[in-house]
DNA sequence: TTGTATGCGTTATCAG
DNA sequence: CTGATAACGCATACAA
C-alpha cells in the first residue's frame, strides 16, 4: 500500500501538496493537480483513515450498539439513523454485542479509543454507573431502552401509556381474562409495560391474577411455551396482551396448535408493530413504535452533541399507536 | 481526553513504560506497575484506537458490508461470522448499505484505508474490476452472492441444483404447472436459480412456458403482485417456486385472499429458510441454507488470508436441504 | 501556489 | 526493568 510520501515522491511534489489536492478545497495550480492525480491513479493510491482521524481528532464515524440485528425492531430503527447520520456527512458502523456485556464493552473500548466520534446505545447492558462516566468522554444517545438519572439523552415511547393503551382495547372489547406475557431484566420497558397493564385492569375493577403473568425473553419459543402453560390454566384467559411481537406470534402459533380460534378463542395483542406482525395470519394487532423516527430523533440529537458539545434535551418520548387487526378483532 | 503522556507524567514514568503496562506481556516492575495503573485509573485513560493502529498497522477489525440487515437471512449468516472473529480476536463492524453503490464505496474507502484488516462481501454492488483490483489490496472473501473469474475467494451454495430439487419436489407432488417468481438483477444466484427451475421442468418433459416466470425485488410486496398476476392467468398455475421466503410469503398471502387453500389449491416454496418460515402459517416448504455455518467458513477463510496472507481455496460450496413443510404437503 | 516542520497517540527498537 | 527516540500516515500552521 502507498502512502502519501510515495506519491509526493513520483509527482515530484510534497506531501503537503498532495494533501491539498485529495481535500479540495484547497488551491492547487492545474498542473500540479493533473500530477498529482496522475501518480494517486498510478500508484492506486488511497489515503489511510487511521492518519488522517488520528490527525483531525474527527472520524465522521458513529457507531450503533445493539443487541441484536436479527430483531426486525432494530432494522427499522437503523434506518432512521443511518439516514439522518448520512445526510449530516456521518457514517455508521453496527456492533452486534447479542446482549453480551463483554462484547459491549469491547466495542465501547473502541469508542472511548476515538475510533468514532459518537454512539447510539440500543439496550445496554452497562450499568448506570459506566455509562454515566462514559458520558463524560463521548457523545452518546440512548434509544428506546434508557436508564434514567444519567446525564446521557434518550429517546423512546411512552412505555406505561402504550401497554395501558393496549390492554385497555381488550377490556373493551369484553375481555376479562386477561393474561400477560412480558419479560424479567433490567429494561425499564419491561416494568413500565407491566405497569400499564396493570393500571388497565385496576381501572376496569378487575383484580390483577399473578397467574396471568408469566415472563420469557422476547423470542417466539418463549411465547410458545408461555401460552401453552397458559392454556392449561383451569379459568383459561380469553386475552393475551404480549410485550413483543415476536411473542405474540409464537402464542397465537400455540394456541393454534390447541384447535383455538383467533380472536374467538383467544385474543392477543403484540408489542413492536415489526413488519412481519402484517403479514402473519391472523395480522396481529399490536403498538406501533415509530420506529424509523426514533432512529432519526436519536441521530439528530447525536449529532447536535458531537458539533454542539451538548444535548438539547434529555427525554425524547414519540407518539405509539395501537394498531387494531386480525388478532384482536374478526 | 488524555493520553499516554498524561499517564505518563502523572506516573512519573515514561510513556514507553505506560505502553507495557497497558499491553501486558512486558516486564513491569511490581511497584511501578502499580503507580502506572493508578494513573490510569485516576485519569480515566483509555488508548487511542486510531494510534495504537496506526503503529501496528494492524486492527483486529473486519467489516461486513451487506446490503441489508432487515433480510434476516443475512443475520445468521453474521452470527456465524462473528463467532469465528471472536474465537480469533476479531472484531466485526456491519456497514448497511442499502444496495446503494455510492455507500458501498464510502465503506470500501474506509476498508482500503487501513481501517480494518479485511472484509466480508454480501451481495456486493461492485463491478467485476473494481472487486479484483480490491483484492490486490486487502483480504476480502465473497459470501453467498458472488463474482466469478477474480482472484477472491467465495463461499455459497450450489443454487441451480437447490433450485433443481426444489422444483423436482413439486413435480413429484404431481405439479405441472408450476410458476416461477425470480428476480432479474446482476445476482449468478438469481440466473442460476432460474436455471434449476428450467432443468427440473426440462427433465420431467414440462415445457416452459415465459407467461409462467416473473421478477420481483425479494420483498413480501413483490411476491404478493406477481401472485395476483399469476392467479388471473386462465391456465392458473398449481405450484410456485419462489426464490426467496420473503416472497414466497407474499404470495401466500396473496392466494389466501383469493380464498385458495395453501397447498390444495396452490403449493408454494421459498427458497432460504429464514427463521421465520417455519413459524408461519402454513409453515413453509423451502430450500435451507446453512447460513451460519456459510458465515464460519467465509470468516475463516478470511482469518487465513488476513494471516497467511493468501487463500487456501477459491471455492466454496456448502451444502443445502430441502425442507418440507405446509406449504406444499398436506 | 508550494514546501517545511510539526504533532495527532501510539508502539518498537535500541541502549543503558 | 526503564527511557529516549523514531516512525506509523496524515493535515495544518507558517514561511517562502
Redesign the pocket.
Known amino acids: 500500500?502507498?502512502?502519501?510520501?510515495?506519491?509526493?515522491a513520483r509527482a515530484?511534489?510534497?506531501?503537503?501538496?498532495?494533501?491539498?489536492v485529495?481535500?479540495v478545497?484547497?488551491?492547487?495550480?492545474p498542473?500540479?493537480?493533473k500530477?498529482v492525480t496522475k501518480a494517486i491513479d498510478e500508484l492506486n493510491?488511497?489515503?489511510?483513515?487511521?492518519?488522517?482521524?488520528?490527525?483531525?481528532?474527527k472520524s465522521e464515524r458513529i457507531l450503533v450498539i445493539l443487541p441484536n440485528i436479527s430483531n426486525p425492531f432494530y432494522s427499522e430503527i437503523v434506518k432512521g439513523i443511518e439516514d439522518v447520520a448520512n445526510q449530516n456527512g456521518y457514517y455508521v458502523m453496527l456492533c452486534n454485542t447479542d446482549s453480551d456485556l463483554a462484547r459491549e464493552e469491547k466495542y465501547i473500548k473502541m469508542l472511548k479509543?476515538?475510533l468514532a466520534d459518537g454512539a447510539i446505545l440500543m439496550a445496554s447492558e452497562m450499568n448506570s454507573d459506566d455509562l454515566a462516566e462514559l458520558s463524560k468522554d463521548i457523545p452518546v444517545v440512548q434509544c428506546c431502552e434508557y436508564k434514567e438519572g444519567i446525564p446521557m439523552p434518550h429517546v423512546s415511547i411512552d412505555n406505561e401509556l402504550a401497554a395501558y393503551k393496549a390492554v385497555k382495547h381488550l377490556i373493551g372489547l369484553g375481555h376479562e381474562k386477561i393474561a400477560f406475557i412480558g419479560a424479567k431484566n433490567q429494561f425499564l420497558s419491561s416494568s413500565l409495560r407491566k405497569k400499564g397493564y396493570i393500571r388497565a385492569l385496576g381501572e376496569a375493577g378487575i383484580n390483577f391474577d399473578p397467574d396471568y403473568c408469566d415472563y420469557g425473553d422476547y423470542s417466539y419459543k418463549s411465547g410458545f411455551r408461555i401460552m401453552k402453560q397458559l392454556l392449561k390454566l383451569s379459568q383459561r384467559p380469553t386475552a393475551v396482551f404480549c410485550i413483543s411481537d415476536i411473542m405474540a406470534i409464537g402464542a397465537i402459533r400455540s394456541a393454534m396448535e390447541e384447535k383455538l380460534q383467533i380472536p374467538e378463542d383467544i385474543a392477543v395483542c403484540g408489542f413492536d408493530n415489526i413488519y412481519f406482525s402484517k403479514m402473519f395470519k391472523p395480522s396481529l394487532t399490536t403498538i406501533s413504535q415509530p420506529m424509523y423516527d426514533l432512529g432519526c430523533v436519536a441521530m439528530d440529537a447525536l449529532v447536535n452533541m458531537i458539533e454542539n458539545g451538548k444535548a438539547e434535551t434529555m427525554h425524547y418520548f414519540l407518539e405509539h399507536e395501537l394498531v387494531i387487526r386480525e388478532s384482536t378483532v374478526k
Chains 1, 2 share one sequence.
Open positions: 500500500m502507498s502512502t502519501i510520501n510515495d506519491v509526493a515530484g511534489v510534497s506531501a503537503a501538496t498532495v494533501s491539498r485529495i481535500n478545497n484547497s488551491n492547487v495550480s498542473e500540479t493537480f500530477k493510491y488511497r489515503p489511510n483513515i487511521l492518519g488522517r482521524n488520528l490527525r483531525k481528532t479509543g476515538q
